[in-house]
């Protein structure tokens, strides 16, 4: 949510660093340590865990690594974490979008509302989110004895898993596309308007077209955080194995089974996603960046 | 098409932005609707549109009342003061837009669609830039483009928002050349919103001058500037001198005390001779002489101690040989006196 802010402040500053560099330029000391500072921090807290992730699960060779793999319990949850974010993230895409949507182009009663609410699940504890589910749905619930009674299971089962996973990752979409959209104003969709287009060919021709980037991005967090929930998900699945496992959960088992080759290598699925998101993240942010340079290009030129 | 506007009112919250204004746009003619920010030109011009709706009033297109119509189903060409164009299509993808939305049945074939587009951008001068982007064209450039895309789906009305607002002097005076050369092509009812006087008269058949939320009057260009109604329409249209005045027996009188009424006279009305001519004169002072341009700008005090300004030819000023700091009599051709309690 924020780097879209920053790309978009350091597309904005680009043009003047060159000058402010000089008069607020540091001793070379200062410079070094702080980089100094900068790299060690990084080192320690994001490189060294991934290789230390990636050693361990490539320990006693690549062969039982990919041997973890054929284990039906840990096919079970890479298949249940893919289908719980196979669901959240498309039923968070669509509220997102629409929820983005109504609070950057319109005015109505209850906006600030609805926007406090898209940030509760960024407020609450996971764990918190959880048990909301178990104290909903569980035996001893709010709704328990009725779902019982229908033969519904939500919690310790895998509609719970889902409900959790999408409770997680409720904002992410929506607060990636608010920024963008609310800075785009409503002439381009009067415009389209004006010309004959619908409320949907204006919205899939014009508005989403000029979010485009920050949707690919917001649906990449919003992806990496539901394959990667542990807190919610865990209070709402009951951990029975083959069944409500997803990866984070299963990696945590066999790490207390002693399975540290196993746990690693489930883990590097996980840590490889994060890369892959990191790859996205960039190209998403550079293009971001060329989209809003060709606007503040266009808008200086407005502004003369 | 012609247009009418009946008794439109809006209001935004408190603010009131328009107070019952009526205005007839005859079919085939380029009007402006002339006033300063604040005035309800754009608010009007949006109404006109659909983008925006009335309190209450009507709007009829050709005697038929599209209050009710969403600007999709009226059939304007709006051009936006920012150009609003798609930034993430080409110029001619803009262009076509217009086409490519309509229902499948209406859509003209893919060849039609790109003739249409090629023979618009050909009028707009860009036929090598049909591959750019918005961003990668000058401001002159996105405005032709606007107004090619609000063109392509031959609206029976075009309506300008602040057309040539953000553009510089000269591209400004390019355009508005352009503008209305295209306006005698194509003779489609046109409305443009500007606070620019010398545009309005320049390029309108007729002008509109609004005033905070109401029209102060409406005439051909040569109307408002030679026989303004209200005081405001004398003040904004070029500069003006204003006195205290009565008028007595059909005859306006500049005074030097208070009348309760307020005399509006040009500068280029007003007059400077070396002797008094008969009665029909004050006495006034030169302060200051500008004499760089066709206009001479004389800028003097009056016997009772006001500044006015006076403007005359090259060659009157050569013949007067005026200097500095001299005493003449001036003499006013022509007074407009109004109420005071109407000036605002």
């Known amino acids: 949510m924020a780097s879209i802010a920053q790309t978009q402040f350091r597309a904005a500053s680009a043009p003047h660093s060159s000058a402010a ?32 992730v990636f050693g361990t699960a490539f320990q006693k060779g690549i062969e039982v690594y990919f041997q973890v793999f054929r284990d039906p319990d840990t096919q079970a949850a890479i298949r249940l974490t893919l289908l719980a974010a196979g669901i959240a993230v498309p039923l968070n895409v669509v509220f997102g979008v629409s929820a983005a949507w109504l609070i950057g182009k319109f005015e109505f009663f209850g906006k600030s509302l609805l926007i406090t609410l898209i940030d509760l699940p960024f407020s609450v504890s996971p764990v918190v989110a959880g048990l909301i589910y178990v104290l909903l749905f569980g035996l001893q619930g709010l709704l328990g004895p009725w779902l019982i009674a229908h033969g519904i299971r ?50 899939f021709r014009v508005t989403l077209p000029n979010v485009k980037w920050a949707l690919i991005y917001g649906v990449i967090l919003c992806n990496a955080r539901a394959m990667g929930e542990f807190g919610a998900v865990s209070v709402v699945s009951g951990h029975i194995r083959g069944l409500t496992d997803t990866m984070p959960l299963h990696i945590e088992i066999l ?19 994060a890369l892959a998101t990191l790859v996205v993240k960039s190209i998403a942010e550079w293009k971001a960046v060329q989209q809003s340079a060709a606007q503040s290009a266009a808008d200086t030129e407005r502004a003369q | 098409m012609s247009i009418s506007v009946r008794g439109i009112r809006k209001n935004f919250g408190q603010f009131q932005a328009l107070d019952d204004v009526d205005l007839e746009i005859p079919d085939g003619q380029l009007v402006a609707l002339l006033g300063p920010s604040g005035s309800g030109k754009t608010t009007l011009l949006r109404i006109i549109a659909g983008l925006e709706f009335a309190d209450c009033g009507t709007v009829q297109f050709d005697g038929k009342d599209i209050s009710d119509q969403s600007a999709r189903d009226r059939h304007v060409g709006f051009v936006f003061q ?77 309506l300008l928002d602040e057309p040539f607002g953000s553009l510089d002097a000269k591209v400004r005076q390019e355009l508005r050349h ?11 009812t046109s409305v443009f919103v500007t606070h620019d006087q010398e545009e309005a008269l320049e390029v309108a058949d007729l002008v509109a001058v609004m005033n905070e939320g109401h029209i102060e009057q409406v005439g051909s260009p040569e109307e408002v500037y030679n026989r303004p109604v209200t005081p405001f329409v004398y003040n904004f249209l070029g500069n003006v001198n204003i006195f205290h005045g009565r008028v007595d027996d059909g005859k306006a009188y500049i005074q030097e005390t208070d009348t309760g009424n307020l005399a509006f006279v040009r500068p280029h009305l007003l007059e400077i001779a070396r002797q008094p001519n008969g009665t029909n004169h004050f006495r006034a002072t030169t302060t200051h002489i500008n004499s760089a341009g066709p206009v001479v700008k004389v800028d003097a005090i009056t016997e009772w101690g006001a500044p006015v300004h006076v403007e005359m030819s090259q060659e009157r000023f050569q013949a007067l040989r005026l200097a500095k700091n001299e005493l003449v009599f001036v003499t006013a051709r022509d007074i407009a006196v ?7």
Do not use: C
């Not at chain 1, 089962?157 to 104003?185: K, Y």
């Not at chain 1, 790490?255 to 996603?273: E, K, M, P």
């Not at chain 2, 996105?142 to 029976?156: I, N």
């Open chain 1, 154 to 203: 939500i919690v310790f089962a895998v509609p719970g898993i889902v409900l959790a996973t999408i409770f997680v990752t409720f904002p992410f979409v929506a607060r990636e596309l608010l920024p963008m959209i609310q800075s785009q104003g409503n002439d381009e969709e009067e415009a389209a308007l004006t010309l004959g287009a619908s409320g949907w060919q204006t919205f």
């Open chain 1, 255 to 273: 790490y207390n089974d002693y399975q540290f080759v196993a746990a690693f290598a489930v883990a590097s699925l996980l840590a490889l996603l």
């Open chain 1, 21 to 52: 560099g000089v008069a607020t330029s540091e001793p070379a000391v200062v410079r070094w340590v702080l980089i100094g500072i900068a790299v060690a921090f990084l080192a320690i807290f994001l490189f060294l865990p991934l290789a230390v």
């Open chain 2, 82 to 158: 920012h150009y609003a164009l798609f930034r993430h299509m080409t110029v001619f993808e803009n262009i076509a837009f217009g086409l490519r939305v309509r229902p499948r049945l209406l859509r003209p074939p893919e060849h039609e669609i790109r003739d249409k587009v090629n023979e618009l951008l050909s009028l707009i001068q860009l036929k090598n830039q049909a591959r750019r982007y918005p961003s990668q064209l000058s401001g002159g450039q996105r405005q032709r483009v606007a107004l090619a895309r609000a063109l392509a789906v031959e609206p029976a009305v075009l």
């Open chain 2, 338 to 344: 109004f109420g005071k309690e109407r000036v605002s």
């Open chain 2, 178 to 188: 352009w503008l209305r050369q295209l306006h005698d092509k194509v003779h489609i």
